[in-house]
């Protein structure tokens, strides 16, 4: 399995577990929204908490609510900034 599958499962099971979801975390698709329709029916808490998350779990604040909005759209979009962040220079 490489990197990024393993990020992307940890990132599904991150939500299950944060937001407390009533599905498995390989019911979610990498690229299945997590709001609006025919998505995940996450709310503003649900970002709030996900923001949280990151943090602690990634060391990624995304303190600009347009930075936040464009990284937690989809599993495929929240791994591609944990990846970005970690390659930044320390």
Do not use: C
Not at 34 to 58: R, T, W
């Amino acid at each position: 399995m490489n990197d990024s599958t393993e990020l992307k499962a940890q990132i599904k099971q991150m939500l299950v577990d944060n937001l407390m979801l009533k599905i498995s975390a390989a019911e979610i698709g990498d690229d299945q929204p997590l709001f609006g329709p025919g998505s995940l029916g996450l709310d503003s808490i649900d970002a709030m908490q996900l923001v949280v998350a990151l943090e602690k779990n990634h060391q990624m604040k995304l303190s600009d609510i347009e930075v936040a909005r464009k990284v937690i759209q989809t599993v495929n979009t929240i791994a591609a900034a944990i990846q970005e962040h970690q390659s930044l220079p320390r």
